[in-house]
């Protein structure tokens, strides 16, 4: 059996890489002899299968299965809106053709559900028994089909032109490629009637019947599904596995009991099955995120509010330690300030000294200077003539030398120029001596480096001689030697420079004077600038330092004026949340509690949220008591007091649905938690609209849709909701639904191309999550078949006595005393709000503190926030205990009036049940409530408060009485004055059970 097991995960695992859809099977031995056996049925020539179960027992994925595994291409049809018997033969041509033509093995999987009009059945009939629909194909596409028929009619020696004999070669392929799979309910009466009125159904088809799943099976799945699952301990996931098992079967056992006593049908289905383990797998995900999560917050909150209590302390002693190194650090500053006013006294002394200094030598620099710049101007008279000099003896070389030397008897002014050469370099002036110095290779440099500065004076007196000789020019000189013009230029430069010195020198030794004067005096100045330096250096030593005690000095005051606000925000934060510990402290070892008892808990809530919607209160009890004793016996951790109410409630939520006109009893609230909660959509049991006003006004600002199956738009208004994400109100069901919804109720979403879509009608339409769709249903005792019950949460909205009793004491406040009774309404209004506005400080102060980085204390924005978020709560605390008060003192008022709601609520309820002696006795719940608003109108009035109720109670019975009777039978009369009685004096305890 494991490997058929394993053989069949492989085919399916293949399955899901080809379909979008994915599937999931657990293939326990029940599941495998189903899929083997339709497996073997449609291999089969003509073969054929009639599949009887519930809904929810396996009939449609297992054939998918089996068709993929015979290799076949498995079709349904799809249901839409308007979609008609025109439309289901367009189907079936379609399968025609593909089997017929196109020679592919084909499934038609088709459902008791898909059964618009009974004329399907009389075409599947048709079928199964001869394979020919009468009139399926119109004369010109049947021709078609003729057409691409007879290629293949011809391989099987059939003639072309015998057109009959072709068609019905057609039909034969028709019954030998395509195979029909039909899904049904025994449930109600329409089985047994279809399998009478078109026997082919039964006679043509091999017939496997799906039962409901054995324990085995139920175990094994729920075994499957928390194989991977964190129960914290293997023998856990066995006790949870076996507490699924034990919830199906009981809820199953209960609901033929509840069938009995109260002629009310429900039915459980494997779906059921795994909805519940689905359900709670999600479940305790989530809840265990959001007591961690809450758990974490509370902790941390009240983790910073204890640090602070250490902070504080820590901070006092670090105060009084640095009061007095502040004070130490004051005097350093004083004594540091002194000292440094004495000093910086004598640094100016001595910088005014300087500063004199520096002015006298300026002075003596201008002067100085002056004198320079005075010599200076005379030695550049003479520069420009021995610069032109030394360029023209720089121009000559050795040929233009060797040109004078070649003289024998040289010309007047070669020889004149050659004697004044020859006196300037102290050498005999005649022209051998000439000729010599010429020959000498260092000639031109001699001249060049001759030492201008220091001729002598009796050379200058030869010189004047040349000199003052008109012919000794350089113009005339060149005229004989190009070579003498240059050194006349140079002799004459000599002279003109040596003349130059003459002035200048004086000019000179006055300069070398003063600059050696200008010199001692900056010896001085430098020296005095030195001590100035070494003065201020100290100077600014002692400012670094006395700039260090300062900032110490001030680092210190910041720490303790830090220190000092620290200490008055935690007295803040103190006083803000210092009420609050001793409460977190509680929720925290409540959340330590809560924790561990959490698999058990949310296993409970998933099964109440799962199954018991149905149910009356009376059985849901009975229903958590067994469950809860079950957990119990299999030591599944669970809390003693079980409440749906605490565990999947919210308070704030609950307050506002009770603004919104949810009845306050425990039915009603666990009901409204079933709506929110479950994983299908919820369809409401509502035949005194009270979960239809509920929904009206709770979803009212969020653009609630309105619709009716019987609304020629309805499916558009759908559409739009589905696409924009708006709350969506079905009203007025009957006993079954149409086939258009299957896709939102199942909620067959699928992502293409990065967006969410549904396929619903013929296209596929945007699906934005937001989206939320509720059904009610006005019929009393509506029989929803499993097929229904496994696609929605069908919860009982009816009327309870206590629901009703508070409503009736409010109708008769309102009548006698109608301003106790709008202050009441306007007082829990109220009240809600501020309960809620409290709640939302609440959370704002935990996630402040849970959000909050650093030093709190530093954080004064978060401290002035939380002292605020306290002083509005302690206000609104203050405004409710007002409020609470006065709302004792009106109920206590209304109270008086109890008894008139209470003998009111027991006369609806016999009267409703007159119903169970004859289904004609059908009394509203709005057609009662208008009697009894009446009677109490209507009656006579008295100032006696206790007459007043004596009559009321009289009027209030007699009027009902006397109305409900003249609908009833005369036998029955008797019977309803006899229930009157009974259940009135049980009531005020006059008789017991």
């Not at 030998?176 to 078109?198: D, T, Y």
């Not at 599904?225 to 023998?235: I, K, L, M, P, Y």
């Not at 006003?693 to 020629?712: A, C, G, P, Q, V």
Request: hydrophobic share 40%.
């Amino acid at each position: 059996m494991e490997k058929i097991a394993n053989v069949l995960q492989d085919y399916l695992d293949d399955y899901n890489l080809i379909n979008p859809k994915e599937v999931k099977l657990v293939f326990f031995q029940d599941a495998i002899e189903h899929v083997s056996r339709i497996a073997r049925m449609i291999r089969q020539e003509r073969g054929n299968a009639l599949l009887v179960g519930v809904g929810g027992t396996g009939k449609q994925c297992l054939t998918r299965l089996a068709a993929h595994i015979c290799g076949y291409k498995c079709l349904q049809i799809e249901l839409s809106r308007g979609y008609n018997y025109d439309s289901f033969h367009e189907d079936l041509r379609k399968l025609y053709k593909q089997a017929g033509v196109d020679d592919r093995d084909m499934v038609f999987l088709f459902t008791d559900t898909q059964i618009v009009v009974e004329e399907f059945l009389e075409d599947i009939n048709n079928i199964l028994n001869s394979g020919e629909v009468p009139n399926l194909f119109e004369k010109d596409e049947l021709e078609q089909v003729l057409a691409a028929t007879r290629p293949r009619a011809k391989e099987a020696g059939i003639s072309e032109g015998n057109r009959d004999e072709v068609f019905q070669y057609f039909i034969s392929r028709v019954r030998q490629k395509l195979h029909i799979v039909l899904c049904m309910s025994p449930v109600g009466e329409a089985f047994r009637s279809r399998c009478r009125m078109f026997p082919s159904l039964v006679n043509c088809c091999t017939i496997d019947w799906f039962v409901q799943w054995p324990r085995e099976a139920l175990l094994s799945v729920s075994k499957t599904f928390f194989s991977n699952v964190d129960a914290g301990s293997d023998e856990m996931k066995e006790k949870l596995s076996l507490m699924c098992v034990n919830v199906h079967l009981g809820v199953s056992n209960m609901a033929e009991r509840y069938y009995t006593e109260l002629r009310r049908r429900y039915y459980t289905t494997p779906t059921s099955y795994l909805e519940l383990i689905n359900l709670y797998l999600s479940m305790l995900s989530d809840k265990r995120k959001q007591l961690a999560s809450a758990r974490d917050r509370v902790k941390n909150g009240l983790s910073k509010l204890l640090e602070t209590n250490v902070l504080v302390d820590k901070m006092k002693l670090d105060l009084s330690a640095l009061e007095p190194v502040l004070l130490i650090k004051c005097q350093d500053v004083e004594a540091l300030m002194d000292k440094l006013a004495v000093d910086q006294e004598n640094a100016d002394q001595v910088r005014n000294i300087v500063q004199e200094d520096e002015a006298t030598a300026k002075v003596k620099a201008e002067e100085t200077q002056a004198i320079a710049d005075d010599a200076q101007r005379d030695l550049e008279e003479a520069l420009p003539a021995l610069e032109a000099a030394n360029k023209a003896l720089d121009s000559l070389d050795k040929a233009d030398i060797s040109e004078i030397r070649v003289f024998t008897k040289p010309p007047d002014l070669v020889m004149t120029v050659m004697e004044a050469i020859s006196i300037l370099l102290n050498a005999k002036p005649d022209w051998p001596t000439a000729k010599q110095l010429l020959g000498d290779s260092n000639f031109l440099r001699r001249l060049l480096e001759y030492d201008k500065e220091n001729i002598k004076p009796q050379i200058l007196a030869k010189l004047q001689k040349y000199i003052n000789n008109p012919d000794f020019v350089p113009e005339k000189v060149e005229k004989v030697s190009k070579a003498c013009k240059s050194m006349c230029m140079w002799v004459r430069a000599m002279d003109l420079y040596s003349q130059v010195i003459k002035e200048v020198e004086p000019k000179r030794q006055k300069l070398h004077a003063a600059q050696a004067e200008l010199d001692v005096t900056m010896a001085t100045l430098k020296a005095k600038q030195a001590s100035l330096k070494q003065v201020e250096d100290q100077i600014q030593a002692l400012q670094d330092e006395y700039d260090k005690t300062v900032n110490e000095k001030e680092s210190l005051a910041k720490t303790m004026a830090l220190t000092k606000a620290r200490l008055v925000r935690a007295g803040k934060l103190t006083a803000a949340l210092g009420d609050e510990q001793v409460r977190w402290e509680e929720s925290i070892q409540k959340f330590n509690e809560e924790i561990p008892n959490v698999i058990g808990n949310v296993f409970i809530a998933a099964a109440c949220v799962a199954y018991y919607g149905a149910f009356t209160a009376q059985y849901r009890q009975l229903l958590v008591e067994c469950w809860i004793q079950d957990c119990q016996s299999l030591e599944i951790p669970i809390n003693a007091s079980f409440s749906l109410i605490n565990i999947l409630g919210d308070p704030y939520e609950i307050r506002q649905w009770n603004t919104d006109g949810l009845p306050r009893d425990m039915i009603s609230t666990e009901n409204g938690i079933l709506a929110t909660q479950g994983r299908r959509w919820p369809l409401m049991i509502d035949p005194q609209d009270q979960a239809n006003r509920w929904i009206r006004n709770k979803e009212s600002k969020s653009n609630l849709k309105i619709i009716k199956l019987t609304d020629s738009h309805f499916l558009r208004t759908l559409e739009n909701a589905i696409r924009l994400g708006l709350p969506v109100l079905l009203e007025e069901l009957k006993e079954t639904l149409d086939p258009a919804l299957e896709p939102i109720l199942l909620k067959q979403t699928f992502v293409s191309g990065g967006r969410l879509l549904i396929h619903l009608g013929d296209s596929d339409i945007d699906y934005d999550k937001n989206f939320r769709f509720y059904m009610t249903t006005k019929l009393p005792n509506p029989h929803y078949l499993p097929e229904v019950c496994i696609k929605v949460t069908i919860i009982n909205f009816t009327v309870t006595k206590s629901g009703l009793e508070d409503q009736l004491l409010s109708d008769v406040v309102r009548l006698e005393k109608p301003e106790l009774e709008e202050q009441r309404i306007k007082l829990i209004v109220n009240i809600n709000t501020d309960k809620n506005q409290l709640k939302a400080i609440e959370d704002k102060i935990l996630r402040l503190l849970f959000t909050s980085e650093g030093n709190i204390l530093d954080n004064e924005e978060l401290i002035d926030t939380l002292q605020e978020s306290k002083i509005t709560s302690g206000a609104i605390k203050i405004r409710l205990k007002e409020a609470e008060s006065t709302e004792m003192m009106i109920n206590s008022a209304r109270e008086k009036y109890r008894p008139i709601a209470t003998q009111g609520s027991v006369m609806y309820f016999v009267i409703a049940s007159l119903s169970e002696i004859d289904p004609m006795y059908q009394y509203s719940l709005k057609y009662f409530k208008q009697l009894f608003n009446t009677t109490i109108e209507t009656s006579v009035t008295t100032n006696d408060p206790q007459q007043r109720m004596e009559i009321l109670l009289e009027q209030t019975l007699l009027i009902a009485y006397v109305n409900v009777s003249r609908g009833l039978f005369e036998q029955h009369k008797l019977i309803y004055s006899f229930m009157l009685c009974v259940e009135i004096m049980r009531q005020q305890g006059n008789l017991t059970d």
